[in-house]
């Protein structure tokens, strides 16, 4: 554990440091509340607990606290404890000093056993706040990724694909595509091999796909046997080019089952994003239209409105 502790007195400083040392902590030290904020600067991410004397010179401890709190909201930094330690402990002080950004306060003398329990008791809410993040975080990312393939899920690419094509409208002077992707007679491989198998083409599909693709490009599950694409390119023929080929890989890609080579092809509706076709729900709807108009000519085919 690093602490950092900012105290004027030498030897109440020197005594914290020795309990520190005892309790197996890594001590940073600061003479004033100037001080505390600079090392704790120089020391961001690294910091697990702040113990701070109130009457400092240059910056006292509460304004010297209340300074750190306001870094650590700006660079949205782990949270971690504070606690004030000070030879006046009247109400008010306490109350300023959690208001300040403190989350306990001690008087002086401090006696080591107190000390090591709050630091115990700190340690608990901080580890019990960092399993909140991180679930938090699994949370976040459970809800936008497609469990089967590990791509986007449908709302994660509806998502990102009116973040895009607001950027694209401002800014862009590339040509942008929707497409969304179907595998033919789907149902097909489903009775004849199995649904874990149809599971497994559904895997793989995702990833030869998502090989081809550029970082700028968006790729999605929207669900089923079906997928969402937005693609990039200089021209509208580039894009023409792009999706073509993704039909193309697909088609020449060779999946085995059971050591059997199966055909699997795709069906694509593609429309531009224009002036005419702008919002996610007018690119979504007009490619499932040309998704449907590729699959009624025969499949295996892209239809563009591009
Ligand atoms: N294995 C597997 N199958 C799925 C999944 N989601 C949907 N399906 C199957 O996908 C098949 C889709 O069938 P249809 O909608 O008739 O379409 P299709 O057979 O691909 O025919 P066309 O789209 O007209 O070419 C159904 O059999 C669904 O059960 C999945 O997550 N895993």
Redesign the pocket.
Same mark, same amino acid.
């Given at each position: 554990m690093k602490v950092l502790i900012a105290d004027d007195t030498n030897t109440d400083r020197l005594l914290l440091k020795l309990h520190l040392a005892k309790l197996g902590c890594q001590v940073i030290e600061a003479k004033n509340g100037q001080e505390a904020v600079s090392q704790y600067l120089a020391n961001l991410d690294e910091i697990d607990l702040i113990l701070i004397d109130v009457q400092m010179p240059v910056l006292n401890g509460f304004e010297a606290v209340k300074a750190i709190r306001e870094i650590q909201q700006q660079n949205q930094q782990e949270w971690f404890p504070v606690i004030f330690l000070s030879a006046s402990g009247n109400e008010t002080d306490v109350e300023n000093g959690i208001m300040a950004g403190g989350d306990d306060y001690l008087i002086k003398p401090i006696s080591q056993k107190v000390l090591a329990a709050k630091m115990h008791a700190m340690k608990r809410i901080s580890d019990m706040r960092s399993r909140l993040v991180e679930s938090n975080k699994m949370l976040e990312s459970l809800a936008s990724t497609d469990y089967?393939t590990g791509i986007a899920n449908r709302r994660c690419f509806e998502v990102s694909l009116e973040s895009v094509i607001d950027v694209h409208r401002d800014e862009s002077s590339r040509c942008c595509a929707c497409g969304i992707l179907?595998?033919?007679?789907?149902?097909? =491989?489903? /009775?004849s091999f199995g649904?874990? =198998?149809? /599971?497994k083409?559904?895997i793989d599909v995702s990833n030869v796909i998502q090989q081809h693709l550029t970082e700028n490009d968006l790729f999605g599950r929207l669900?089923?046997?079906e997928f969402g694409l937005l693609l990039m390119s200089e021209s509208r023929e580039g894009l023409i080019e792009r999706f073509e080929e993704i039909r193309q890989l697909i088609e020449r890609y060779q999946f085995t089952i059971k050591d059997q080579l199966i055909d699997i092809t795709t069906?694509i509706g593609v429309v531009a994003v224009s002036d005419q076709c702008k919002s996610r729900n007018q690119l979504l709807k007009r490619a499932d239209e040309l998704l449907y108009e590729a699959?009624t000519s025969g499949?295996n085919r892209v239809c563009f409105d591009v």
């Open positions: 089967l179907d595998l033919d007679k789907f149902k097909n =491989i489903n /009775d649904h874990d =198998i149809g /599971d083409v559904l669900g089923g046997e069906s699959k499949r």
